[in-house]
């Protein structure tokens, strides 16, 4: 029964969508995300440096 | 030399929107997108080199996140509508009160069709790509795109053959941020 609805209709839901998306997308992002980010560059950097440290492999 | 890694920083948004619209929980989606950007970065010899980081980093956050659903079933389930939140405290013209309603309506989708919805009617995925984030055949997610569709434009009653009035403000909204954007 359902005939095909009309692009405009999808459009508008796929518009929506992406707008709800973007907003949140946009939102100003906690700094423990960059601060995590440097912490796992300056790790890898150290472990480097002392190849022979004991891998602190976490057990997923 | 660039690391290949600096690249992750870019997607940190849109991962966080995923985790929002997949958990619906602000504290829950961020506690998603710390474990996910460590797995990425632990497991980067993985990500194949000029593919779609953003689909390979939202694979691995939707993978984490059903991963702890099973494990702690009963928490995850306190929804805080963020995405209608989101939207509402915009001072936005008269498209607010259709996008209040349309998140509500949005929020009722099962999470399958919300999540198809997500990737490829505002993440911009190809079917393909959403189909291998999720893990399923592309007529899955095709069908789950389609019926959550049907499902929003039955909900706020856009099936009817009349123009709805407002659409046009709306769509002239956004257009007109996008082109900014």
Not at chain 2, 56 to 70: E, G, K, P, Q, V
Not at chain 2, 98 to 125: C, K, T
Not at chain 2, 168 to 179: K, L, N, P
């Amino acid at each position: 029964m359902p005939k095909k609805r009309s692009d405009r209709v999808e459009r508008e839901i796929d518009q929506n969508l992406k707008r709800a998306f973007d907003a949140l997308a946009s939102e100003p992002l906690p700094d423990r995300f960059t601060s995590l980010l440097d912490q796992l560059k300056a790790k890898e950097t150290s472990d480097n440096a002392s190849a022979s440290d004991d891998q602190e492999g976490r057990n997923d | 030399m660039t690391d290949p890694r600096d690249e992750l920083v870019e997607h940190l948004g849109a991962m966080r929107a995923f985790a929002i619209s997949l958990t619906r929980n602000t504290a829950t989606a961020d506690d998603l997108v710390q474990d996910t950007l460590v797995k990425a970065w632990t497991n980067f010899d993985k990500f194949e080199q000029g593919s779609n980081m953003r689909a390979w980093l939202f694979t691995i956050l939707r993978n984490t996140y059903y991963s702890l659903r099973r494990k702690r079933r009963r928490e995850v389930e306190d929804a805080d509508g963020i995405m209608a939140e989101s939207l509402s405290q915009k001072p936005d013209h008269d498209g607010r009160l259709n996008m209040r309603d349309f998140n509500v309506a949005f929020e009722q989708l099962n999470d399958e069709q919300r999540e198809a919805l997500i990737l490829v009617g505002a993440g911009g995925f190809s079917y393909e790509e959403a189909a291998e984030t999720c893990g399923v055949k592309v007529g899955t997610i095709k069908s789950r795109v389609n019926r959550g569709r049907a499902r929003l434009a039955e909900l706020m009653n856009m099936d009817e053959d009349e123009p709805i009035e407002i659409t046009d403000v709306v769509t002239a909204g956004i257009v007109a941020q996008q082109s900014h954007a």
